[in-house]
T-cell receptor, first 116, second 110 residues
Framework: DGGITQSPKYLFRKEGQNVTLSCEQN?????MYWYRQDPGQGLRLIYY???????QKGDIAEGYSVSREKKESFPLTVTSAQKNPTAFYLC???????????????FGDGTRLSIL | SQKIEQNSEALNIQEGKTATLTCNYT??????LQWYRQDPGRGPVFLLL?????KEKRKERLKVTFDTTLKQSLFHITASQPADSATYLC?????????FGAGTTVTVRA
């Protein structure tokens, strides 16, 4: 079955440490996204990529970094510069957006990151 | 900036009743609105998309309306079942990305 796989499901970060969250999709989608979800808040966009080797900052990119070297993969690094990293992180993918169509997004089951 | 808001109160209803959720947006009407379902500890799952020129869209027991005058979309779950208990998110599309509301949590009592 096609889908999006996020790993690990739970992750703990020590102070001053960078951690990387994995996101892999086999849906052959061009576009991929990273969101952060905090209790009582909507999903906030961190980074997105519409094509391999290209990505843009979302609304809350500070303290995060990404890469898009392969179509299937869009890892997110939470750096030590992100002072409040505790949250639920969601990865999504979609067929490439354009002004004409509005493709639904397919989500993974998230990674919950906590501070030790 | 374009904002999207959902009624923040959780909704508790009796099985068999209709749940109605509200999604309000600011500024110009989006060309599309999407609705998702999210279960605890899981990622959202796409349910329905409604276009600006569509007044109503249905899928099984779900119905979505889009009122550009009121700047509002309503999401209805008819003949609700305990399995419908979840958080429902609306999202608008602008600038190549989706902006999500905070969601409304629905609990259906047997």
């Amino acid at each position: 079955d096609g889908g999006i796989t996020q790993s690990p499901k739970y992750l703990f970060r020590k102070e001053g440490q960078n951690v990387t969250l994995s996101c892999e999709q086999n849906l052959n989608h061009d576009a991929m996204y990273w969101y952060r979800q905090d209790p009582g808040q909507g999903l906030r966009l961190i980074y997105y990529s519409q094509i391999v080797n290209d990505f843009q900052k979302g609304d809350i990119a500070e303290g995060y970094s990404v890469s898009r070297e392969k179509k299937e993969s869009f890892p997110l690094t939470v750096t030590s510069a992100q002072k409040n990293p505790t949250a639920f992180y969601l990865c999504a993918s979609s067929a490439r957006d354009n002004f004409v169509s509005n493709q639904p997004q397919h989500f993974g089951d998230g990674t919950r990151l906590s501070i030790l | 900036s374009q904002k999207i808001e959902q009624n923040s109160e959780a909704l508790n209803i009796q099985e068999g009743k209709t749940a109605t959720l509200t999604c309000n947006y600011t500024n110009y009407s989006p060309a599309y609105l999407q609705w998702y379902r999210q279960d605890p500890g899981r990622g959202p799952v796409f349910l329905l998309l409604i276009r600006e020129n569509e007044k109503e869209k249905r899928k099984e027991r779900l119905k979505v309306t889009f009122d550009t005058t009121l700047k509002q979309s309503l999401f209805h779950i008819t003949a609700s079942q305990p399995a419908d208990s979840a958080t429902y998110l609306c999202a608008r599309f602008n600038d190549y990305k989706l902006s999500f509301g905070a969601g409304t949590t629905v609990t259906v009592r047997a």
